[in-house]
């Protein structure tokens, strides 16, 4: 079974920087798509960021030319840079994954993973 396992949180002050990380670990298949979403306390769950399969980013309009995300294959890491970070950055942090597993000759199994979360806290 895979497994995602974030690190990286913790408390810093307004303008401050972060960088979290998301291992994944276990056999998985061909990735097509790796995300950092946030939820703060009260709110619904949202995208901070995602990248493709193809490498194509994506980025939430509050997090635009501060965050930045990244993934190193060879360690089947995901990465969130976080810059000039905000009061209202504050929040869970959690990665998710999705990857294929072909079962030849026709079937295409999908799987869609969450790690646990990981706490960002700024100061004001």
């Known amino acids: 079974q895979a497994r995602l396992v974030e690190s990286g949180g913790g408390l810093v002050p307004a303008g401050g920087s972060l960088t979290l990380s998301c291992v994944v670990s276990g056999t998985i298949g061909s990735i097509t798509y790796m995300g950092w979403y946030r939820q703060a306390p009260g709110k619904e769950r949202e995208l901070v960021a995602d990248i493709t399969g193809d490498g194509v980013t994506n980025y939430a309009d509050p997090v635009k030319g501060r965050f930045s995300i990244s993934r190193d294959n060879a360690r089947n890491t995901l990465y969130l840079q976080m810059n000039s970070l905000k009061p209202e950055d504050t929040a869970v942090y959690f990665c998710?994954?999705?990857?294929?597993?072909?079962?030849?000759?026709?079937?295409?199994?999908?799987?869609?993973?969450w790690g646990q979360g990981t706490q960002v806290t700024v100061s004001s």
């Open positions: 998710n994954i999705k990857w294929e597993i072909a079962r030849p000759p026709h079937i295409t199994d999908e799987y869609d993973r």
